[in-house]
C-alpha cells in the first residue's frame, strides 16, 4: 500500500453530471450519466479521447430518450469526433444496450468478453411473449409469493430486446491477462464474476484509474442473483472468487470508475467491504435457517429492510444465490417442499 494516500473512501466530485454533459475525470476521460427507467436510476458512461475517435465505455439501454441523449453528447461534449470503438463491461441491457446501435450506424467496433457477447446476444434473439414453463418454476422454487406469482404468470415477460438494440455478428475478445490501449493508458485486463460472467474490468498502468463497471461499486453493493438459466449456478461463490483475485490489485488512489453512483478513492477498503458484506450476510442467514425457508423467506436477515415489489425480484434472486452457496458448500441442507418451493436449512 501506499503511504499517505486516504484508507477510507472519497468522492471527488459529490455530484454527477447533467443528462447530456460531461465532467473530465482525468486528462481525456469524461463521465456522462445516462437514465435507467427503473429504481437505480442512472448508469455511467466514460468516453476516452483515443486523438481522431472516442472509445466509450458502456452505452446505457436502448430507448428513444437514451439514443436523443447520446446524439446531444456526440454533438457537444465529444465534439462531433466519432465513436470508434465501444468496450462492454458485462452482458446487462444497461452497458451493452446500445453497442449493435453503434456497431450498424456508426461503424463502431464492438470489444466485450466472449461470455456478455454470447449471452446478450443469446438473450436479444429469445423473445418469449409468455413465461416459458422452466421460469415459473425456477419462481416457485424460490418460493415467490403466490399473488405475484399468477399476475407474472399471465403477462408478457421482460425481454433483453425491449431495451437492447440487436447485435450484429462480429466483436473483438478480450480476455483475462490482456493489456490495452485506451485513452493513451495501457490498460491490464482482469475478469470479475458472480454479478455477471466474464465480467471485465481494466486497471490503468499509467496512472491511478480503474473501470470498474458494475464489478466494484462504491455505495451500493452489485446484485448477485441466480437465474432460470442456471439455477445450480454459485455466483456467490464467483463473487468472492472474483473479490479474492481482485483485492490485491487495489491501492488507496485508485481513482475507481463504476458502472453506477460516484467515482471514488479508497479502493483496498471498499475490497474488504465488499467481501465482508456477503460474509456477514451469510452468517445472519445461516442462524435464521435454523427452521427450513425459502428464498424469498430470507429477505429479513439479508436486506434488513422492506423489499417492495420493485425490489422483489432482484431480492429473491440474491437471496436464492446465498442460500444456493450455503447449500453447495454444505452449511446447508434443501428440501423440496409441497408448494415446489426449495427450502434451506442449517446443516
Ligand atoms: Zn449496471
Not at 447533467?18 to 427503473?38: D, I, K, S
Not at 446524439?71 to 452482458?91: D, F, N
Not at 480476455?175 to 486497471?203: C, S, Y
Not at 477498503?269 to 423467506?297: C, F, V, W
Request: proline share 7%; glycine share 10%.
Amino acid at each position: 500500500m501506499a503511504d499517505g494516500a486516504p484508507q477510507g473512501l472519497r468522492y471527488p466530485w459529490p455530484e454527477p453530471p447533467e443528462h447530456g454533459t460531461a465532467v473530465e475525470v482525468a486528462e481525456g476521460v469524461l463521465w456522462f450519466r445516462l437514465p435507467l427507467p427503473m429504481k437505480l436510476d442512472h448508469v455511467n458512461i466514460y468516453a476516452l479521447d483515443d486523438g481522431d475517435s472516442w472509445t466509450v465505455i458502456d452505452t446505457g439501454l436502448d430507448n428513444g430518450k437514451t439514443r436523443r441523449l447520446w446524439q446531444e453528447m456526440m454533438a457537444g461534449p465529444l465534439g462531433g469526433k466519432p465513436v470508434g470503438r465501444v468496450i462492454v463491461t458485462h452482458h446487462h441491457p444497461d452497458h451493452i444496450g446500445l453497442a449493435g446501435w453503434f456497431q450498424s450506424e456508426f461503424g463502431a467496433e464492438v470489444v466485450t468478453t466472449r461470455t456478455a457477447w454470447l449471452m446478450a446476444r443469446m438473450l436479444v434473439l429469445d423473445v418469449q411473449e409468455t413465461p416459458l414453463p422452466e421460469t415459473l418454476a425456477f419462481y416457485r422454487s424460490a418460493g415467490m409469493d403466490p399473488e405475484l406469482y399468477q399476475k407474472r404468470a399471465g403477462e408478457r415477460p421482460f425481454n433483453f430486446a425491449d431495451i437492447v438494440a440487436s447485435i450484429p455478428l462480429g466483436y473483438t475478445r478480450i480476455q483475462q491477462g490482456q493489456t490495452i490501449r485506451i485513452g493513451g493508458r495501457t490498460w491490464d485486463i482482469h475478469m470479475g464474476n458472480g454479478h455477471a460472467p466474464e465480467h471485465a474490468t481494466f486497471w490503468s498502468r499509467d496512472d491511478n484509474l480503474v473501470l470498474s463497471g458494475d464489478q466494484i461499486l462504491s455505495s451500493i453493493s452489485p446484485n448477485v442473483g441466480v437465474h432460470a438459466t442456471e439455477p445450480m449456478a454459485d455466483p456467490i461463490g464467483e463473487w468472492l472468487e472474483a473479490c479474492a483475485r481482485l483485492e490485491p490489485l487495489a491501492r488507496p488512489d485508485h481513482l475507481v470508475l463504476g458502472g453506477h453512483k460516484l467515482p471514488f478513492t479508497g479502493l483496498p477498503t471498499r475490497m474488504r467491504q465488499l467481501i465482508d458484506n456477503h460474509h456477514g450476510a451469510l452468517k445472519r442467514l445461516l442462524e435464521y435457517i435454523d427452521t427450513p425457508k425459502s428464498a424469498t423467506e430470507c429477505y429479513a436477515p439479508l436486506f434488513k429492510r422492506k423489499i417492495g415489489e420493485g425490489e422483489y425480484g432482484l431480492a429473491m434472486v440474491e437471496a436464492f444465490a446465498h442460500l444456493s452457496h450455503l447449500h453447495q458448500t454444505g452449511l446447508a441442507t434443501r428440501t423440496l417442499r409441497d408448494d415446489g418451493a426449495w427450502v434451506f436449512q442449517k446443516a
